[in-house]
């Protein structure tokens, strides 16, 4: 079972900048990719970022240039490093973790979410 610890969310002003933070913990084999989503209110979740195993990263369009994905494999943890923040960036981020357990079955585990309100 893999568990996913997500912080840094918070309040910030238009223009500024926050990073957010997924620890992985628990019994896997691997982790695959890692992935961000957002849910904004009275929206569909939708993608934000992801990284794969060899590092690959893609962005929705509507992030690119201003948020970077990262991981750490060592201590298991993605990161979201979001800059020049906009009010519509405003949402709750979601964790996504997909990889392979320890009985050798596929897994794919969300954090609890972590709210980022940007102010205009």
């Known amino acids: 079972q893999v568990q996913l610890v997500e912080s840094g969310g918070g309040l910030v002003q238009a223009g500024g900048s926050l990073r957010l933070s997924c620890a992985a913990s628990?019994?896997?084999?691997?982790?695959?990719?890692m992935y961000w989503y957002r849910q904004a209110p009275g929206k569909q979740r939708e993608l934000v970022a992801l990284?794969?195993?060899?590092?690959?990263?893609n962005y929705a369009d509507s992030v690119k240039g201003r948020f970077t994905i990262s991981r750490d494999m060592a201590k298991n943890t993605v990161y979201l490093h979001m800059t020049s923040l906009k009010p519509e960036d405003t949402a709750v981020y979601y964790c996504?973790?997909?990889?392979?357990?320890?009985?050798?079955?596929?897994?794919?585990?969300w954090g609890q979410g972590t709210r980022v309100t940007v102010s205009s």
């Open positions: 996504n973790v997909r990889g392979r357990g320890t009985d050798w079955g596929l897994y794919d585990s």
């Open positions: 628990g019994s896997f084999f691997s982790i695959n990719a």
């Open positions: 990284i794969t195993g060899d590092t690959s990263t």
